[in-house]
């Protein structure tokens, strides 16, 4: 039997066999006759079919999938829906949207064409999808033909900039669509990493976490995904604890903050793991060249470890990188090159160098080594013979350290984030963290069974309650900012 992440997106004819047969398909039957009606008042046919991919929320394991590592993420309910069909007459890319805030955007039917980074659209996030699957087809040797126009039509319940990958939903969801538009399908973990690679075109260098869940995920499991082969491993959650996601309310801008934030931190890694390998013996020239991440040296770190007694990679960050930020100069003094030469082959690295003012290795290598240990220390956690109430205490308290490294060492927390993990943690939560890229969106909370309705209660009061007489958010909207949720599946075709 094939490994669930070797077989091709699931084909349906029922909205059911994905979205159940709770009020959650009830849900899900408004937005399909909603979104065909749309779509026949837009575009004056109905659509060809439409894919689904849902958005994530990671448990474990935070930045350190762009560095080889693997993390521990579920599915959530909340999805992004595109409708699509293929047009034989005029060739442009029609890409509207159910929520009449976001315009139709139009593009040339030209899978070379640039997107331009300088003029952020919505509608980008479909191109890099549209890019993504040419490029993958022509490396595949698959002959699409010439370019025909899409209409498309997107609906989407993840929220915008919560670090629930609204991003990756979308453009999974997409890249599936086109697919399916071009009658053809792959097997899960070809579709993962090619989305994956989809999200580059503009300009985020995402590890893959997002686009593997999305695509890869099961009903009732969080997955323990791993890089470099793609796959996926199911991790039943223990009995007893639910995971309440909350929003901080402050939007998550990855692709606009990069070069500060995101692609900063992947700058800072390479940087960090150069240094390692060269104070661990490597020539400069090696490890410029053969060194991508703090994965691949973590070998030498772990050698050197066991010559001191011990095990632990970070030992070698203590004693070999020091906890002051590194300038420019200093770093370029220990790899003997200029660092624009280092990254000459990535535009977004370049600007990164151009914003940065220093880099502080010591502590991206510290989150990034302990928080690879949590996210096995987690799993080992699920798989033992504790007792229930027993793992979701040990699985709170690595949630709460995971918080304490992306906030200290990783500094990708926000006020916001850091008021609603503490106001989590003092009503009731076994563990709660920032999840996603950060710098604002959602925190994750585990929390007894038991106690979830009264919990949310508490949260609407003490964090969201100010807020709403502010006018920050409307009270009828609270349930779209925090929600419990289980498990949920993973990217679909619909056929009906």
Same mark, same amino acid.
């Given at each position: 039997?094939?490994?669930?992440?070797e077989?091709?997106?699931p084909i349906?004819s029922?909205?059911d066999?994905?979205?159940?047969?709770?009020?959650?398909?009830?849900?899900?039957?408004?937005?399909f006759?909603?979104?065909?009606?749309?779509?026949?008042?837009?575009?004056?046919h109905?659509p060809?079919?439409?894919?689904?991919?849902p958005?994530r929320?990671?448990?474990i394991?935070?930045h350190?999938?762009y560095?080889?590592?693997?993390?521990?993420?579920?599915a959530?309910?909340?999805?992004?829906?595109?409708?699509?069909?293929?047009?034989?007459?005029?060739?442009?890319?029609?890409?509207?949207?159910?929520?009449d805030?976001?315009?139709?955007c139009t593009?040339?039917?030209?899978?070379n064409?640039?997107?331009?980074?300088k003029?952020?659209?919505?509608?980008?996030?479909f191109?890099c999808?549209?890019?993504?699957?040419?490029e993958?087809?022509?490396s595949?040797?698959?002959?699409l033909?010439?370019?025909?126009?899409?209409?498309v039509?997107?609906?989407?319940?993840v929220p915008t900039g919560?670090?629930?990958s609204s991003?990756a939903?979308?453009?999974?969801?997409?890249?599936?669509?086109?697919?399916?538009?071009?009658?053809?399908?792959?097997?899960?973990?070809?579709?993962?990493?090619?989305?994956?690679?989809?999200?580059?075109?503009?300009?985020?260098?995402?590890g893959?976490?997002?686009?593997?869940?999305?695509v890869?995920?099961?009903?009732?499991?969080? *997955?323990? #995904?791993?890089? +470099?082969?793609?796959?996926?491993? &199911? $991790?039943?959650?223990p =009995?007893?604890?639910?995971?309440?996601?909350?929003?901080s309310l402050?939007?998550?801008?990855?692709?606009?903050?990069?070069?500060?934030?995101?692609n900063?931190r992947v700058?800072?890694?390479?940087l960090?793991?150069?240094l390692?390998?060269?104070?661990?013996?490597?020539?400069?020239?090696d490890?410029i060249?053969?060194v991508?991440?703090l994965?691949?040296?973590?070998?030498?770190?772990?050698?050197?470890?066991?010559?001191?007694?011990?095990?632990?990679?970070?030992?070698?960050?203590k004693?070999l990188l020091?906890?002051?930020?590194y300038?420019?100069?200093?770093?370029e003094k220990?790899?003997?090159?200029?660092? *624009?030469? #280092?990254?000459? +082959?990535?535009?977004?690295?370049? &600007? $990164?160098?151009?914003? =940065?003012?220093h880099?502080?290795?010591y502590?991206?290598a510290?989150?990034?080594?302990s928080?690879?240990k949590?996210?096995h220390?987690?799993?080992?956690?699920?798989?033992?013979?504790?007792?229930?109430?027993?793992?979701?205490?040990?699985?709170g308290?690595l949630?709460?350290?995971?918080?304490?490294?992306?906030?200290?060492?990783?500094?990708?927390?926000?006020?916001?984030?850091?008021?609603?993990?503490?106001?989590?943690?003092e009503?009731?939560?076994l563990?709660?963290?920032?999840?996603g890229?950060?710098?604002?969106?959602?925190?994750?909370a585990?929390?007894?069974?038991?106690?979830?309705?009264?919990?949310?209660?508490?949260?609407?009061?003490?964090?969201?309650?100010s807020?709403?007489?502010r006018?920050?958010?409307?009270?009828n909207?609270?349930?779209?900012?925090v929600?419990?949720?289980?498990?949920?599946?993973?990217?679909?075709?619909?056929?009906f």
């Amino acid at each position: 039997m094939m490994r669930h992440e070797e077989v091709p997106i699931p084909i349906h004819s029922a909205l059911d066999e994905v979205y159940g047969e709770s009020s959650q398909l009830e849900e899900a039957q408004l937005r399909f006759h909603r979104l065909k009606t749309k779509f026949h008042k837009v575009f004056g046919h109905l659509p060809q079919l439409c894919a689904r991919s849902p958005g994530r929320v990671n448990l474990i394991g935070e930045h350190i999938d762009y560095e080889g590592y693997s993390v521990l993420p579920m599915a959530i309910r909340q999805d992004t829906i595109v409708a699509i069909r293929r047009s034989e007459g005029e060739k442009v890319l029609r890409i509207a949207n159910v929520n009449d805030k976001y315009q139709m955007c139009t593009y040339p039917a030209d899978p070379n064409q640039e997107i331009d980074l300088k003029n952020h659209k919505w509608g980008h996030y479909f191109i890099c999808g549209y890019k993504g699957f040419y490029e993958f087809s022509r490396s595949r040797g698959i002959d699409l033909g010439a370019p025909v126009g899409l209409d498309v039509l997107i609906d989407g319940t993840v929220p915008t900039g919560s670090g629930l990958s609204s991003s990756a939903a979308l453009v999974c969801a997409s890249t599936i669509a086109i697919m399916a538009a071009f009658e053809e399908n792959f097997p899960k973990k070809e579709i993962a990493q090619l989305t994956c690679e989809c999200e580059r075109h503009i300009g985020t260098q995402s590890g893959g976490m997002d686009q593997a869940i999305s695509v890869m995920a099961k009903t009732g499991f969080a *997955e323990l #995904i791993d890089f +470099n082969p793609i796959r996926a491993t &199911d $991790v039943q959650l223990p =009995a007893g604890g639910t995971f309440v996601v909350a929003h901080s309310l402050a939007e998550s801008q990855k692709a606009v903050t990069a070069a500060t934030n995101y692609n900063n931190r992947v700058v800072e890694c390479r940087l960090a793991s150069i240094l390692l390998a060269i104070k661990l013996g490597m020539k400069p020239q090696d490890a410029i060249l053969n060194v991508k991440t703090l994965s691949d040296v973590e070998g030498l770190c772990i050698s050197y470890a066991s010559n001191h007694g011990s095990s632990d990679p970070n030992l070698a960050v203590k004693e070999l990188l020091k906890e002051e930020p590194y300038t420019l100069d200093e770093i370029e003094k220990i790899t003997g090159e200029n660092l *624009e030469s #280092i990254f000459r +082959n990535s535009a977004s690295s370049l &600007d $990164v160098l151009k914003a =940065a003012k220093h880099f502080k290795l010591y502590q991206r290598a510290s989150h990034v080594y302990s928080e690879a240990k949590r996210v096995h220390a987690f799993k080992d956690t699920v798989s033992s013979d504790l007792s229930d109430e027993d793992k979701l205490k040990n699985l709170g308290d690595l949630m709460n350290a995971s918080h304490y490294s992306c906030s200290v060492l990783y500094e990708c927390s926000c006020p916001e984030l850091e008021e609603l993990v503490n106001i989590c943690k003092e009503n009731g939560a076994l563990g709660a963290r920032l999840t996603g890229a950060g710098w604002g969106g959602c925190a994750v909370a585990l929390v007894k069974d038991s106690i979830v309705p009264q919990f949310i209660l508490n949260l609407k009061e003490k964090f969201y309650q100010s807020r709403i007489s502010r006018g920050v958010i409307n009270n009828n909207d609270l349930g779209l900012y925090v929600f419990a949720s289980k498990p949920s599946s993973g990217a679909a075709i619909f056929k009906f």
